[in-house]
């Protein structure tokens, strides 16, 4: 059973940056694909982004490219997401799960609330 | 990017009741379709993969048809802990668009 812990809530200014950690135990960390999925208050889910731990490769959608940085660190099996140049627009709870590469996401994070205020 | 197209937005009914959600594709997607069940304050929840294949632990009242650009989540005897937000998602391409959310309250 593949657990996520993801941090705590994150209170950042305008322009700046966030890092959130979701950290990853059971199974074989580097056989799996992580996506960051975002959900403002209120909203819906909002795909950010992606990554596949063998290889190191990521997506990310088209808003936040240029923005936001997807890794995955195999020596401590945590997967990142940074965002820069935060505006209040960012202000949600961001989520990592675990991709079952076109079979969904099967595991979820808690949440990390960003609160992106001057 | 294929849009995802969610309907209804919201559904009132009661215990028992067989509950109806669909999702449309912008362009084909084969059955790579995903559906979670979302409870405030609460993580989302696979429910269902490729389109109509039920999760381990889920119960059978819910089911998903469909395949191309037109997909259906069922509940055929709507339970209490069934009220929540049901998304759809397609796993076919990049980027992995959401549906825009179903609430089914009472």
Redesign the interface.
Known sequence: QVQLVQSGAEVKKPGSSVKVSCKVSGGSFSGYSFAWVRQAPGQGLEWVGGVVTFGGSSNYAKKFQGRVTIVADKSTNTVYMELNSLRSEDTAVYYCAKDSSGWGYDSWGQGSLVTVSS | ?IQMTQSPSSVSASIGDRVSITCRASQGIGN?L?W?Q?KPGE????L???AS?L?HGVPSRFSGSGSGTDFTLTISSLQPEDFATY?C?Q??T????????TKVDI
Request: glycine residues 8%; proline residues 8%; charged residues 20%.
């Open positions: 990017d790579w995903a979670y979302q993580a989302p929840k696979l269902i993969s490729a294949n999760r998304f998602q796993t076919n990049f980027p992995r668009t959401f549906g825009r959310g």
